[in-house]
């Protein structure tokens, strides 16, 4: 038989390898080919080229803009003659009735100096503009005929926006709009603005060294509360906001672990001999896993109401079943031989356990729940955008205003610090528990030495 | 040392050390025992406090909601394949999300990875630098990015899906990495050797090597892809979750489709739960036979 087949085999051979060539190629080219038909398909679904019409630039320059600049309006009531300074133009930044920084002087003529030779004077019936290097711009706003704006000889430039009841200039010093009823300026400055001091505190404005000084002369307390009470930045609420999250990721993921670990001893082979309870098990497991975290979280709103409770129970929902899963692999590989030599001396149940399981499943069970804790943070702020507690639904409000992006940018910087450092501290937590994963790690370390051996 | 120089213990005192050492050791671990149960229990009054309803309430009425969902969804059980059919373009967007978002996420990270490994980093003084990239990629959730993308972009799948892979590049960049410094350096050196360039020696040398772990862990990431592109979705980001805020907000009366809708994504994410570990299975064991011919 074999001498037959022997006799085939060199058209056999040919056949079989320009097959395999054949399957290889089909696969090589082939399987990139479904890859760039699939991202085309998804390119097209996704709408990706109408993307740049909906993309709003203005929207992007106003975030950009506002992450690291902030502005202080100065508007005439035009009606009863008030003039109001507030930073952002909102009511906590307001500067109190008389008050005003350096660069405005109120008065019959307020006169509000942008530097670099621009200067708005808000008169009592005229708003003046002067530009360095075209001129200068009156305004008269008027009841009855709106804005009656005189401007130097020439062409309009692009920068001022003339109708009959809008005159809007905008410059490199600053903005000034004149409606019927109001005259406003902005100025924009760089920096975050009354990110420690609010305008009604005595400490706005003062240096660092003058805060020291007084805060030797024993008012570090009043000067602590202070920060902490800012209205503008409310640190306060945003350091509970982000004890909240890191509660939500600890009580989730501890308490998952300590649901889970009696309820893998049910699922493992060999500790649970009734066949239907674990297949029970299993598939509770499966469930409560494929329900996903979004699921549980709309549920559980609805009974507990927002807040951190909700999102730690969610966490503890979602994780039970794949703690329940690792553990229940983890206690089927343990070593049966320890558990004998524990009974051999004599061991209850419970002290075989407690001597002869668990020290065998540690490592894997503090492991799991450390890194977790890790990945329980990131889900803990998603979380908290949908059930509204902890820092996610600080950063959802900060974006949904659409104007407040400097607390946007600080929020996400928190977020990404709270993560890394929880990063940090699990993986560090983990090394000084777990004896074999600092073996690992040095193992890890060695290679790039050996690597350089070679050549 | 201290064996030589001192004289031997006799066996009495032997055993009252040892017993001290328990005593001690104990004592510690009952320590940090009550600090971690004084925790739980202060953390959980402290969320408790916090929460809008208290535990001992709610937890009468975790499934009044779903009961009623499953109430009403049955008595309207004629209605379901209908709805099934309505939102399964839903759930196709919501899948075309994670998976375009794995897949660039795949490439990136795939990158990353390679440029954060000793040997086959092209420039080993960026190193570091490129390793922070990929942590500070993995620590962002997606939600942020998402949302102010969704500012920047209007609503739909794009902001979801930059958002999604943004996270997958860093989390899978770390994973790659891992896998990378398993891999041999020596098909990337005779590559070398040939005057081939770094592209060549990546492609032709490491990623034939890695390449099933690298699968292996995209199709991990496609199966947590699935379950974040959902959440997005809840967050104005369309698909799957885009519908269930729709369905939960119109309340009662239209709870058969939040039933549909949650019908569906279950059943995805089994399924996709299920395939990917066969997948997986058949690829890790493809590489073991692999190594052994």
Same mark, same amino acid.
């Given at each position: 038989?074999?001498?037959?087949?022997?006799?085939?085999?060199?058209?056999?051979?040919?056949?079989?390898?320009?097959?395999?060539?054949? !399957?290889?190629?089909?696969?090589?080219?082939?399987?990139?080919?479904?890859?760039?038909?699939?991202?085309?398909?998804?390119?097209?679904?996704?709408?990706?080229?109408?993307?740049?019409?909906?993309?709003?630039?203005?929207?992007?320059?106003?975030?950009?803009?506002?992450?690291?600049?902030? !502005?202080?309006?100065?508007?005439?009531?035009?009606?009863?003659?008030? /003039?109001?300074?507030?930073?952002?133009?909102?009511?906590?930044?307001?500067?109190?009735?008389?008050?005003?920084?350096?660069?405005?002087?109120?008065?019959?003529?307020?006169?509000?100096?942008?530097?670099?030779?621009?200067?708005?004077?808000?008169?009592?019936?005229?708003?003046?503009?002067?530009?360095?290097?075209?001129?200068?711009?009156?305004?008269?706003?008027?009841?009855?005929?709106?804005?009656?704006?005189?401007?130097?000889?020439?062409?309009?430039?692009?920068?001022?926006?003339?109708?009959?009841?809008?005159?809007?200039?905008?410059?490199?010093?600053?903005?000034?709009?004149?409606?019927?009823?109001?005259?406003?300026?902005?100025?924009?400055?760089?920096?975050?603005?009354?990110?420690?001091?609010?305008?009604?505190?005595?400490?706005?404005?003062?240096?660092?060294?003058?805060?020291?000084?007084?805060?030797?002369?024993?008012?570090?307390?009043?000067?602590?509360?202070?920060?902490?009470?800012? $209205?503008?930045?409310?640190?306060?609420?945003?350091?509970?906001?982000?004890?909240?999250?890191?509660?939500?990721?600890?009580?989730?993921?501890?308490?998952?672990?300590? /649901?889970?670990?009696?309820?893998?001893?049910?699922?493992?082979?060999?500790?649970?001999?009734?066949?239907?309870?674990?297949?029970?098990?299993?598939? /509770?497991?499966?469930?409560?896993?494929?329900?996903?975290?979004?699921?549980?979280?709309?549920?559980?709103?609805?009974?507990?109401?927002?807040?951190?409770?909700?999102?730690?129970?969610?966490?503890?929902?979602?994780?039970?079943?794949?703690?329940?899963?690792?553990?229940?692999?983890?206690?089927?590989?343990?070593?049966?031989?320890?558990?004998?030599?524990?009974?051999?001396?004599?061991?209850?149940?419970?002290?075989?356990?407690?001597?002869?399981?668990?020290?065998?499943?540690?490592?894997?069970?503090?492991?799991?729940?450390?890194?977790?804790?890790?990945?329980?943070?990131?889900?803990?702020?998603?979380?908290?955008?949908?059930?509204?507690?902890?820092?996610?639904?600080?950063?959802?409000?900060?974006?949904?205003?659409?104007?407040?992006?400097?607390?946007?940018?600080?929020?996400?910087?928190?977020?990404?610090?709270? /993560?890394?450092?929880?990063?940090?501290?699990?993986?560090?937590?983990?090394?000084?528990?777990?004896?074999?994963?600092?073996?690992? $790690?040095?193992?890890?370390?060695? !290679?790039?030495?050996?690597?350089?051996?070679?050549? | 040392?201290?064996?030589?120089?001192?004289?031997?213990?006799?066996?009495?005192?032997?055993?009252?050390?040892?017993?001290?050492?328990?005593?001690?050791?104990?004592?510690?671990?009952?320590?940090?025992?009550?600090?971690? %149960? =004084?925790?739980?229990?202060?953390?959980?009054?402290?969320?408790?406090?916090?929460?809008?309803?208290?535990?001992?309430?709610?937890?009468?009425?975790?499934?009044?909601?779903?009961?009623?969902?499953?109430?009403?969804?049955?008595?309207?059980?004629?209605?379901?394949?209908?709805?099934? %059919?309505?939102?399964?373009?839903?759930?196709?967007?919501?899948?075309?999300?994670?998976?375009?978002?794995?897949?660039?996420?795949?490439?990136?990270?795939?990158?990353?990875?390679?440029?954060?490994?000793?040997?086959?980093?092209?420039?080993?003084?960026?190193?570091?630098?490129?390793?922070?990239?990929?942590?500070?990629?993995?620590?962002?959730?997606?939600?942020?990015?998402?949302?102010?993308?969704?500012?920047?972009?209007?609503?739909?799948?794009?902001? =979801?899906?930059?958002?999604? =892979?943004?996270?997958?590049?860093?989390?899978?960049?770390?994973?790659?990495?891992?896998?990378?410094?398993? =891999?041999?350096?020596?098909?990337?050196?005779?590559?070398?050797?040939?005057?081939?360039?770094?592209?060549?020696?990546?492609?032709?040398?490491?990623?034939?090597?890695?390449?099933?772990?690298?699968?292996?862990?995209?199709?991990?990431?496609?199966?947590?892809?699935?379950?974040?592109?959902?959440?997005?979705?809840?967050?104005?980001?369309?698909?799957?979750?885009?519908?269930?805020?729709?369905?939960?907000?119109?309340?009662?009366?239209?709870?058969?489709?939040?039933?549909?809708?949650?019908?569906?994504?279950?059943?995805?994410? %089994?399924?996709?739960?299920?395939?990917?570990?066969?997948?997986?299975?058949?690829?890790?064991?493809?590489?073991?036979?692999?190594?052994?011919?």
């Amino acid at each position: 038989m074999t001498v037959i087949d022997a006799d085939f085999s060199l058209a056999t051979l040919k056949q079989d390898m320009s097959d395999l060539f054949f !399957k290889k190629k089909l696969f090589n080219f082939g399987l990139p080919a479904l890859l760039l038909a699939y991202l085309t398909y998804v390119f097209i679904a996704f709408d990706m080229p109408g993307l740049w019409d909906r993309a709003n630039l203005a929207n992007a320059r106003t975030l950009v803009s506002d992450t690291y600049s902030y !502005k202080t309006h100065v508007s005439r009531d035009n009606r009863d003659a008030s /003039v109001s300074i507030a930073i952002e133009g909102e009511r906590k930044g307001a500067y109190p009735e008389g008050g005003s920084p350096q660069w405005v002087s109120l008065g019959e003529v307020t006169v509000i100096d942008l530097e670099e030779g621009h200067q708005v004077r808000f008169g009592p019936e005229t708003v003046e503009y002067d530009i360095p290097g075209y001129g200068v711009v009156r305004a008269t706003p008027t009841r009855s005929k709106g804005v009656q704006a005189e401007l130097p000889a020439g062409e309009i430039p692009s920068w001022i926006s003339l109708s009959k009841n809008r005159l809007a200039i905008k410059t490199e010093a600053g903005r000034l709009t004149v409606t019927r009823n109001r005259s406003e300026v902005f100025r924009y400055f760089t920096g975050w603005e009354l990110f420690f001091f609010t305008l009604d505190s005595p400490y706005h404005g003062l240096g660092l060294g003058e805060l020291l000084e007084k805060a030797a002369s024993g008012e570090a307390g009043a000067i602590l509360q202070d920060i902490w009470t800012n $209205k503008m930045w409310r640190h306060q609420d945003v350091a509970w906001a982000i004890a909240e999250t890191l509660l939500m990721a600890f009580l989730g993921t501890i308490g998952a672990g300590l /649901v889970a670990l009696p309820l893998a001893f049910l699922a493992a082979r060999n500790f649970n001999p009734l066949g239907p309870l674990r297949f029970v098990m299993r598939r /509770v497991f499966d469930f409560v896993r494929g329900v996903d975290s979004l699921i549980w979280t709309v549920v559980l709103a609805r009974a507990f109401g927002p807040g951190p409770l909700t999102g730690a129970l969610a966490i503890l929902v979602t994780d039970t079943g794949t703690f329940g899963k690792i553990f229940s692999e983890a206690l089927e590989n343990v070593d049966e031989k320890q558990i004998e030599g524990v009974t051999a001396t004599g061991a209850k149940p419970a002290q075989r356990y407690r001597f002869g399981v668990i020290p065998q499943i540690t490592p894997v069970l503090l492991s799991q729940l450390l890194y977790f804790l890790e990945s329980n943070t990131r889900s803990a702020t998603i979380i908290g955008a949908i059930t509204g507690g902890g820092i996610g639904l600080l950063l959802t409000q900060a974006i949904i205003t659409q104007k407040d992006w400097e607390e946007v940018a600080y929020y996400i910087g928190l977020i990404i610090f709270m /993560v890394m450092l929880m990063d940090w501290l699990s993986g560090w937590l983990r090394r000084r528990l777990i004896k074999g994963e600092a073996g690992r $790690k040095s193992r890890a370390e060695s !290679k790039p030495g050996k690597a350089f051996l070679l050549p | 040392m201290a064996d030589m120089t001192a004289a031997p213990l006799s066996t009495e005192q032997i055993r009252d050390q040892y017993s001290e050492m328990v005593h001690r050791k104990r004592l510690y671990g009952g320590l940090l025992l009550v600090l971690f %149960v =004084a925790l739980m229990v202060a953390g959980f009054k402290t969320a408790d406090g916090r929460n809008a309803g208290s535990f001992g309430e709610g937890i009468t009425h975790v499934f009044d909601y779903p009961a009623e969902v499953l109430a009403e969804a049955s008595e309207k059980l004629s209605e379901m394949p209908a709805h099934l %059919v309505h939102f399964f373009p839903a759930l196709i967007e919501t899948l075309n999300i994670a998976a375009a978002a794995t897949l660039v996420g795949v490439v990136f990270g795939t990158l990353l990875s390679l440029l954060a490994t000793h040997g086959m980093a092209p420039s080993p003084a960026l190193i570091p630098l490129f390793r922070r990239i990929s942590d500070i990629c993995r620590a962002i959730p997606e939600i942020v990015i998402a949302l102010v993308l969704i500012f920047l972009l209007g609503g739909g799948p794009v902001p =979801a899906m930059i958002a999604i =892979a943004i996270h997958t590049a860093g989390a899978l960049g770390k994973l790659f990495s891992e896998v990378n410094e398993n =891999a041999s350096l020596k098909p990337v050196e005779g590559l070398e050797s040939v005057g081939s360039s770094w592209g060549q020696r990546m492609w032709l040398g490491v990623i034939p090597q890695v390449g099933p772990n690298y699968v292996s862990y995209a199709l991990l990431r496609f199966e947590i892809n699935i379950r974040a592109s959902a959440i997005l979705g809840f967050v104005g980001a369309g698909g799957i979750g885009y519908e269930l805020k729709n369905a939960m907000s119109w309340g009662q009366g239209r709870y058969d489709e939040a039933a549909a809708i949650f019908l569906l994504l279950f059943i995805t994410i %089994v399924a996709v739960d299920q395939l990917s570990g066969l997948l997986r299975d058949r690829l890790i064991h493809g590489a073991k036979s692999g190594a052994n011919t």
